[in-house]
């Protein structure tokens, strides 16, 4: 028995010792590796949070870092603001007239086309005037005639020969005939239609072996020289806009913008559209076209060195209107707000006039969510 319990002790052992052997194979190698950097990252942690906990105690400004905010700030320089009333108008020319015929009659002839320029008193058309050169050719007869019984009957009376009565009779006749020979002459040149202005043939309205008749437009001439913008202006402009303003004027089809200057401002205001109408001279340019739309932008007000913020970081309370700037004191750096006073508008611009300073630093980005001492970064 007691040989037994030496012998089950004996293998106990041995089933140990096996049990501790290490494996050798080529898994076994791999879990050995991996448990051991476990074990090496488990250590490496435990000293990364020891030294943080340590950091943190010693470093007593992190904690108010980690709240500042991030913005984004712009030094205020003094810069040019301009200010303008924008309308729009179009181009109109001075010259542009519609011809008619001075008597009815059919269009017998027509001397000239589209396009061509001509000048003033050129014929353009002519009317039947048959009827007239008819009855000028019997008048110049009869005018002769009259005229030889004048002469012959002023000399008789002259010499005392004849009555006065046969003298003033043949004299009447002569001069009778002379006033209608003139009519019938003005009635041809009546029959053609002339050019009243210089220009260009813009439209020819009838044909040729048409009825025409006055007021009945038969071609339209248009001269280009002498081009200007009209437009009209809202009553609420009236104490802004004047003669001698300055202005660009822009036409979207052309892609195009010169400067003009307004020369003419009416001083009525028209009772039914409450507006009134200004003119700006333009220069002759074979682009320009009558009735072309051109926007015009009116210079009302310029300040050469004007303190101007975008208009979207003013923030509105109530009645008053304030910026955010970005002040640095004892080392920190703190949002500040600040009253201004905003004047004109313009393009997404505001001139302030009372509240900020050149140099301040104003807030651009991020403003929306800061109040007044809140710590900034940028």
């Known amino acids: 028995m ?59 400004n992190a904690a108010a870092r980690s709240k500042a905010k991030l913005v984004v700030i712009e030094a205020v320089e003094a810069r040019s603001f301009t200010n303008y009333i924008e309308i729009m108008g179009k181009v109109d020319a001075e010259e542009n007239t519609n011809v008619s015929g001075e008597i009815p009659g059919t269009l017998q002839k027509i001397n000239v086309v589209v396009g061509q320029t001509v000048a003033k008193g050129q014929i353009l058309g002519e009317i039947d005037h048959s009827v007239s050169s008819s009855a000028l050719s019997e008048l110049k007869q009869q005018v002769d005639f009259t005229k030889t019984i004048f002469n012959k009957q002023k000399n008789l009376w002259e010499q005392k020969i004849g009555s006065e009565v046969q003298y003033l009779t043949a004299k009447n006749n002569y ?24 220009g260009v043939v813009d439209e020819i309205y009838a044909k040729t072996g ?72 333009l220069e002759s340019n ?39 700037i970005a002040e640095t004191k004892n080392g920190k750096t703190r949002a500040t707000k600040r009253k201004v006073i905003a004047a004109m508008t313009y393009n997404g611009q505001t001139e302030i006039v009372s509240g900020l300073n050149i140099g301040d630093q104003l ?16």
Do not use: W
């Not at 106990?12 to 049990?19: Q, S």
């Not at 913008?229 to 004047?242: L, P, R, T």
């Not at 009416?266 to 001279?281: A, G, K, M, Q, Y």
């Open 363 to 378: 807030i651009m980005v991020g403003y929306q969510d800061l109040e007044d001492g809140d710590e900034i970064k940028f």
């Open 286 to 324: 074979v682009d320009y076209k009558p009735n072309m739309m051109a926007k015009i932008k009116i210079i009302n007000y310029t300040n050469e060195k004007a303190v101007v913020v975008p208009v979207n970081t003013i923030r509105t309370v109530g009645t008053d209107n304030y910026v955010m």
């Open 210 to 281: 048409q009825i025409v008749a006055p007021g009945f437009p038969c071609f339209r001439i248009v001269n280009s020289n002498k081009l200007k913008i009209k437009a009209e202006v809202a009553e609420s402009f009236a104490g802004k806009i004047k003669q001698g303003n300055k202005v660009k004027l822009s036409f979207p089809d052309l892609e195009k913008e010169v400067d003009g200057q307004v020369n003419y401002s009416s001083r009525v205001i028209d009772p039914l559209t409450r507006s009134f109408n200004i003119e700006i001279p």
């Open 2 to 60: 007691k040989h037994l319990k030496q012998l089950s002790f004996i293998i106990a052992i041995a089933l140990m010792a096996g049990c501790g052997k290490s494996d050798d194979s080529p898994l076994g190698k791999k879990k050995e590796e991996l448990e051991k950097l476990k074990s090496e990252r488990k250590k490496l942690n435990d000293q990364i949070t020891k030294l943080e906990t340590e950091i943190a105690k010693l470093d007593t």
């Open 175 to 198: 001069e009778a005939l002379q006033k209608r020979l003139t009519t019938t002459k003005e009635q041809i040149e009546l029959a053609k239609i002339k050019a009243p202005i210089e």
